[in-house]
C-alpha cells in the first residue's frame, strides 16, 4: 500500500490511535481542524507555569480504568486523588445555604492528574516521530472510497486540497460527523439518523474555574465541594494542585446553553463569582484568575443537536459502518467506547479497538508509504 493512514482528530483517541499506528511502524497523516491537540482535554493556568486548571475533563478512577491508570506510569505523569476533606455546602433555590459538616465522597475516590489533563495528551504527543505528520487547522470536508483508497477533502488555511489513505480512523464525534462530512459513496439514512441521534458527550456543557491565592475555604473547614439549586454552578469542586497551596474551584454550570450565549461569557463569570462568594464566603469575590469554557460555543465540539441540555449520561452504541466502508474507515472517539463512553477511558478504548480491527484488515503488519502529497516541504 503506497498511501498512509490518515487519522482525524488530534484529542486523546486520536492521539492514542496515532502513537498505537506509529509503534506498528505505520505513517500517519494526523489531521485536526484546531490549532491545538487535545480536543476536549483543555487544561489553562493564567501563566506557562502556573497551575492548570481543566476546562474538560478532569476525573479519572483508579481500578476502573486501567487504561489510564498504565498510560499514566509508562509516561511518567503523576496523578493525586480528589479533595474531599472537610464539610460540603448546597444553596436552595431561595439562596439559603445549608452546610453538610461531612462531604459527599466518590466511591472509588476519583484521581486528577498533575499539570491537568492535557499533561497526559501532551505526553503521547511528544511520542511522536517522524513517522506521524502532523496537520493542524485543517478540516475534513469529506470522504470519498475509492477501489483501493479513501481519498479526504481537506481545507486549510492554504486552500482545498485531497489526500489519498490507505486507512481512515475518524475521532469527530457521530453528530459532527453526519453533520459536516460529505460521504461518498452516501452512508444509509438510518445511521446517519443514529449518528445525529448519539449527544456528544460535553458538548451541551460549560464549566468556570477560578485561581486563588490561598485555598481558605480549607482553612474555614470546607472541602470546596458545593452543590446548589439555585446558580449559575450547579456542582462545584476543588480544583487546586496535589499539594493545596495553588489553590483553585471549579462548577459544572448548570444553566442552559441558551441562558449562557444569551447574557454572554463576561456576566458569567460575573455570575459564578458572585455564587463563589454566597457559598465560600467574600475572599472568594477576588480571584487570581478566573475563566469559563462553554463547549456548546465550540462548533468543533457541539452539533446543532448538541445545544438541547443533556441531563444524563448516555447509554452509547458502536456505529456499524456499511460494508462497502467497513474496511477502510474505523470510528473511535470516547463516543464509540462499548463499556466506557462519555469518559477518558472510552477515548483510550475506542481508540485500540479502532487500531486492532484495522491491522487485522491490512495485509501486511508493516506499511511503507509513498510522500504524503501536499506536504513535502
Known amino acids: 500500500m503506497s498511501h498512509p493512514i490518515a487519522v482525524v482528530g488530534a484529542g486523546l483517541s486520536g492521539l492514542y490511535a496515532t502513537w498505537l499506528l506509529q509503534q506498528a511502524g505505520h505513517r500517519v497523516l494526523l489531521i485536526e481542524a484546531r490549532e491545538r491537540i487535545g480536543g476536549r482535554v483543555l487544561s489553562q493556568s493564567p501563566s506557562a507555569a502556573g497551575h492548570r486548571l481543566d476546562l474538560g475533563p478532569s476525573w479519572f478512577w483508579p481500578g476502573m480504568n486501567p487504561r489510564i491508570e498504565k498510560l499514566l506510569k509508562q509516561l511518567g505523569v503523576a496523578a493525586f486523588p480528589q479533595h474531599s476533606r472537610g464539610a460540603a455546602v448546597v444553596e436552595g433555590q431561595d439562596g439559603k445555604i445549608h452546610k453538610h459538616q461531612s462531604s459527599w465522597e466518590q466511591s472509588p475516590a476519583s484521581y486528577r492528574m498533575a499539570g491537568g489533563t492535557q499533561s497526559l495528551v501532551e505526553a503521547i504527543h511528544a511520542q511522536l516521530d517522524e513517522r506521524v505528520h502532523f496537520k493542524p487547522q485543517t478540516r475534513v470536508k469529506g470522504m470519498q472510497l475509492r477501489p483501493h483508497a479513501v481519498e479526504l477533502s481537506l481545507q486549510d488555511p492554504s486552500g482545498e486540497w485531497s489526500q489519498l489513505a490507505a486507512q481512515v480512523i475518524v475521532t469527530v464525534p457521530p453528530r459532527l460527523l453526519a453533520q459536516d462530512m460529505a460521504l461518498e459513496p452516501a452512508w444509509p439514512d438510518a445511521l446517519l439518523q443514529d449518528m445525529r441521534a448519539t449527544p456528544t458527550w460535553m458538548a451541551g456543557q460549560a464549566k ?106 448516555p447509554m452509547y452504541e458502536v456505529a456499524q459502518l456499511p460494508s462497502a466502508w467497513a474496511q477502510r474507515v474505523w470510528l473511535a472517539g470516547t463516543e464509540q467506547s462499548p463499556n466506557y463512553g462519555g469518559y477518558l477511558e472510552g477515548a483510550l478504548e475506542a481508540a485500540e479497538i479502532a487500531v486492532s480491527h484495522l491491522q487485522r484488515s491490512l495485509p501486511n503488519l508493516a506499511l511503507h508509504s509513498a510522500p504524503l502529497a501536499h506536504d513535502e516541504e
Open 208 to 313: 468556570f474555574v477560578a485561581a486563588y491565592p490561598k485555598a481558605f475555604w480549607r482553612e474555614a473547614g470546607l472541602s470546596g465541594n458545593g452543590m446548589s439549586h439555585r446558580g449559575p454552578m450547579s456542582e462545584i469542586h476543588d480544583a487546586s494542585d496535589g499539594t493545596g497551596q495553588s489553590a483553585a474551584l471549579f462548577g459544572f454550570v448548570g444553566a442552559s446553553p441558551s441562558y449562557r450565549a444569551g447574557i454572554g461569557q463576561e456576566e458569567l463569570q460575573r455570575q459564578a463569582i458572585a455564587q463563589l462568594v454566597r457559598l465560600f464566603g467574600p475572599e472568594a469575590a477576588q480571584p487570581l484568575w478566573s475563566a469559563v469554557q462553554d463547549w456548546a460555543q465550540e462548533p468543533l465540539t457541539a452539533a446543532r443537536e448538541d445545544l438541547r441540555p443533556l441531563s444524563y449520561h
